[in-house]
């Protein structure tokens, strides 16, 4: 395993394994402080790929200027320790002006998916998260690019540009790795103390109400959007920032459900942190949810 700061040592690494070697490029984009969920993605690209590139930044770009780019949780010792159990090839780990170099002016915006939902509450994060992984693909050029459904916008966000920027990496989205309490992992969950992570179980808890009401036979969006926001507000720590109800695939607001896969996304404010979390129903052939025991 090698851990690979520079850019250009990335690109010439991936060429040679792809020209010489003639190998495929699994790529895993993560913005580091691992847990189950990333692992989950590393693990299928082991499986698919002949090698395996995991990516670890933190992307100022998707960060708005009151979040918490500063405080976001950084371990790459811990993440080197898991990645190299996992038998990564490459930890690409580029410090800022490998990403942005000096004078960096452009950037990606994928139009009308980027606005809603998490693009609504956090104006910009969409444009960040679609040009880091633009110039991470540039620079390694995968066969194939590992992503979670836990972040179910970005999975659309990212085939989109795949497709329309002609990018020959093919997406794989992999099912939402959760704690047995239902609560989907994520690097964000250190920020929260015993209490905030007991009531931070009210999202999992919230959609499957929805889901619930769903399967009894309501298809009214609304009223499954009420569902989800009255169960948020039976936790005191929750404050609910949205509740979404759309097509799965294209994000239009639905107010008849039928056949069509959908998603319900919601977004929580506990204490001082936001977790996001959904669900898909309707999806023919939806993997499961992954539940892990945890310590
Ligand atoms: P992040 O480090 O938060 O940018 O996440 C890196 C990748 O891991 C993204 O594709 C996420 O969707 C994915 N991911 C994060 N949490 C989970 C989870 N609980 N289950 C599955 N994938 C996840």
Avoid at 117 to 141: K, Q
Avoid at 173 to 187: M, N
Wanted: neutral net charge.
């Amino acid at each position: 395993m090698e851990i690979i700061n520079r850019r250009q040592r990335m690109s010439s690494v991936a060429r040679k394994v792809r020209r010489e070697e003639d190998k495929t490029i699994g790529l895993v984009p993560t913005m580091g402080a691992l847990h189950e969920g990333h692992l989950s993605l590393v693990r299928e690209a082991r499986r698919m790929c002949d090698v395996v590139v995991v990516s670890v930044f933190v992307n100022p770009t998707q960060f708005g200027p009151n979040e918490d780019f500063q405080h976001y949780p950084r371990d790459l010792t811990k993440d080197t320790a898991l990645l190299t159990e996992l038998n990564v090839d490459y930890i690409f780990a580029p410090a800022m002006e490998e990403i942005y170099p000096k004078g960096f002016a452009t950037y990606v915006k994928v139009e009308g998916i980027s606005d809603q939902l998490e693009g609504a509450s956090r104006p910009g994060h969409f444009r960040g998260v679609a040009t880091v992984v633009t110039i991470l693909f540039n620079i390694v050029r995968p066969d194939f690019a590992f992503f979670g459904q836990k972040d179910a916008q970005q999975t659309l966000i990212v085939k989109r540009l795949t497709r329309d920027l002609a990018f020959d990496t093919e997406i794989v989205i992999l099912p939402t790795v959760r704690e047995e309490s239902g609560l989907a992992l994520s690097s964000r969950n250190a920020y929260l103390d015993e209490d905030e992570r007991r009531a931070a179980t009210v999202l999992y808890r919230a959609l499957r109400t929805a889901k619930e009401a769903y399967k009894n036979g309501e298809r009214n969006s609304t009223r499954i959007a009420d569902w989800v926001r009255s169960t948020v507000e039976t936790e005191p720590r929750a404050r609910l920032d949205y509740v979404s109800v759309t097509d799965a695939d294209t994000l239009e607001k639905l107010e008849k459900l039928d056949d069509r896969p959908v998603l319900i996304a919601l977004a929580v404010h506990v204490g001082k942190t936001r977790l996001i979390d959904n669900v898909v129903l309707n999806r023919a052939k939806q993997k499961e949810d992954v539940t892990v025991k945890t310590s």
